[in-house]
């Protein structure tokens, strides 16, 4: 993996961490990711398990049944701590609804998923939604069969129905007033087209 995949890769999981519903959530996805443990293991630590003096994690019964213990980071520490301060967990160190009980790995997982909503899809999401806002907003501007099927005052028509019927009779065109009204159709999408320019070429952007 290149040094960029990689700093990609750190930013991506900084995003989720940031959009984790909650100091405790943050706390647990940031031993996931950081220290490398399972959901499994995660929500099954307790308090005691964080030896600050051996900056290491005590793992109980992890993959394959067996103890293990693993590298605590000092960042990761300081969260750790800023989460115990506000907490005071004294058992489990990530407790569930109930504190007698641990937080379940289904909470966990659904907590990475909220992340990865907020932070990544719907960021990734936005290009795609303001390019279907301006098409409907386009074909709504540029709407004549229903205008014409059900206005019929000239001072409630649309511009395009307006121009079609009141400034074309027959083989007479109105040409100034028909340049006129087109200009008056056309601004308001060159508009909003400008104004979300740079998100339209970020959603196609090959990253």
């Known amino acids: 993996m290149s040094f960029t995949s990689r700093a990609s890769?750190?930013?991506?999981?900084?995003?989720?961490?940031?959009a984790a519903p909650g100091l405790k959530y943050k706390a647990a996805l940031s031993v996931a990711y950081g220290a490398g443990l399972r959901a499994a293991e995660v929500v099954t630590l307790k308090v005691a398990?964080?030896?600050?003096?051996?900056?290491i994690i005590r793992v109980e019964q992890g993959k394959g049944g067996k103890d293990r213990n693993v590298m605590l980071s000092p960042s990761l520490l300081d969260l750790l701590r800023a989460w115990w301060?506000?907490?005071?967990?004294?058992?489990?160190?990530?407790?569930g609804r109930d504190p007698a009980q641990p937080m379940t790995t289904g909470q966990?997982?659904?907590?990475?998923?909220?992340?990865?909503?907020?932070?990544?899809?719907?960021?990734?999401?936005?290009?795609?939604?303001?390019?279907?806002?301006?098409?409907?907003f386009t074909l709504t501007l540029q709407e004549f069969v229903y205008a014409l099927t059900f206005i019929s005052s000239s001072d409630q028509k649309p511009v395009t129905l307006g121009v079609s019927t009141d400034l074309i009779r027959g083989n007479v065109f109105f040409w100034g007033?028909?340049?006129a009204g087109a200009l008056i159709a056309a601004i308001p999408v060159a508009i909003?087209?400008?104004?979300?320019?740079?998100r339209f070429i970020a959603g196609g952007a090959v990253k």
């Open 192 to 198: 909003a087209y400008n104004l979300f320019l740079d």
């Open 9 to 18: 890769c750190r930013e991506e999981v900084a995003r989720l961490l940031d």
């Open 108 to 136: 966990l997982n659904r907590a990475s998923l909220f992340g990865a909503f907020i932070k990544m899809a719907i960021p990734l999401s936005v290009p795609a939604i303001l390019t279907v806002v301006i098409f409907t």
């Open 85 to 95: 301060k506000a907490a005071r967990p004294q058992g489990w160190l990530f407790p």
């Open 177 to 179: 007033e028909i340049m």
């Open 49 to 55: 398990d964080i030896d600050s003096t051996r900056m």
